[in-house]
């Protein structure tokens, strides 16, 4: 059928299929090919700056669809439809493209509260399991103290007795004390992860029979593809930590993971990023924000103070002719302003932290 109507006037017409977990396919006239390129096509921060740029060997850009191999990341295929709508183009989309399962929010709700753990799941919780759970792959922006492990524990646990009792799971994160606190948490909230978790870093056995594996990603990322194979479930933690290279190595070779989820506390404001990000795990789900946590009292209020030391005019003028860093360094330097810092810490209640941006 896609056959015959695409004989009959490509020349308005998207087609898509699905290649694997990972890439989309797009059949489409070769003009709108180029304008599909074009619109996902993104300059590197800071690229002027990169030796492969400065070298004339690459032009600074990311292609996120070839038109050589007509495939494009999965996650994007909901940009892919804003596309077309913008330009009146007509998309014949295959089958499991549109996803949208037919999830109960009661039901998750009940599921969320009956896994042993001693409190109840937030609504913003809940929410955010419910509408993972609903679309298969997204990336969740929520904020510190939000509860990132309890909602990556519930779409695991919901996807190992719901969608397939057999299905491995993998939960990627970026330092070896995050690998040891998912862990922490898990048994925290009544699960025996002595009995299904396997920890992956320096040191630790690559190979196991366990249904979830918890690993850092410089652990894992140059495995060979057949190793993710296994795994139906990939959580990626604090995704916008990973370098983006390594990420998109890793989740390429996630072929069958039908079921990703991304989670971060920030994205760092570069469309080339986000765009990624969303192709690799899916569209952004923001879960909750920081003002709200703290409207609920899960989040302190913050109380900001700025203190701006002015010098005196004589001191002003002595460093007329100085260079930048010379200023910088009779600043971090001043006996003056570092004892009104220590004297100011030391007069305050309770605990306090001290940071500087320069040693």
Not at 12 to 39: A, H, M, P, W
Request: proline share 2%.
């Amino acid at each position: 059928y896609i056959y015959m109507i695409y004989n009959q006037d490509n020349s308005n017409l998207i087609i898509i299929e699905k290649k694997n977990e990972v890439y989309i396919t797009i059949e489409c006239d070769s003009g709108v090919q180029r304008e599909i390129s074009e619109f996902f096509t993104f300059y590197v921060p800071g690229y002027k700056f990169m030796p492969a740029f400065r070298n004339r060997m690459w032009d600074g850009k990311i292609r996120l669809f070839s038109q050589k191999t007509k495939e494009i990341y999965f996650g994007l295929y909901p940009y892919i439809k804003a596309f077309a709508e913008e330009r009146g183009y007509n998309i014949v989309a295959g089958k499991d493209i549109d996803i949208d399962n037919k999830v109960d929010r009661d039901v998750v709700t009940k599921f969320s509260n009956s896994l042993g753990q001693k409190f109840e799941a937030r609504d913003y919780q809940v929410d955010a399991i419910y509408h993972s759970l609903k679309f298969n792959r997204a990336l969740l922006l929520s904020p510190t103290a939000s509860g990132k492990s309890f909602i990556i524990y519930n779409l695991m646990r919901w996807a190992m007795k719901r969608i397939h009792h057999k299905s491995k799971t993998l939960v990627i994160v970026p330092t070896t004390s995050l690998v040891e606190q998912m862990y922490k948490d898990f048994r925290d909230y009544g699960y025996d992860v002595d009995e299904n978790c396997h920890m992956i870093y320096s040191g630790k056995d690559k190979v196991t029979e366990k249904p979830i594996v918890i690993s850092t990603w410089q652990s894992i990322y140059k495995f060979p593809a057949e190793w993710f194979d296994e795994f139906e479930i990939v959580f990626g933690d604090e995704v916008h930590l990973f370098k983006a290279k390594s990420l998109s190595t890793m989740m390429n070779k996630c072929r069958n993971a039908q079921y990703r989820y991304g989670m971060t506390g920030t994205l760092d404001g570069t469309e080339t990023n986000k765009l990624v990000l969303e192709g690799l795990f899916g569209p952004t789900y923001k879960v909750t924000t920081t003002a709200k946590l703290q409207e609920v009292g899960a989040l302190a209020e913050l109380d900001i103070s700025i203190l701006l030391l002015r010098y005196h005019n004589d001191i002003c003028h002595m460093m007329d002719g100085k260079t930048y860093q010379e200023e910088i360094d009779w600043i971090v330097t001043n006996d003056a302003r570092n004892n009104f810092i220590s004297k100011l810490a030391v007069d305050q209640k309770g605990n306090t932290l001290v940071m500087f941006q320069f040693v």
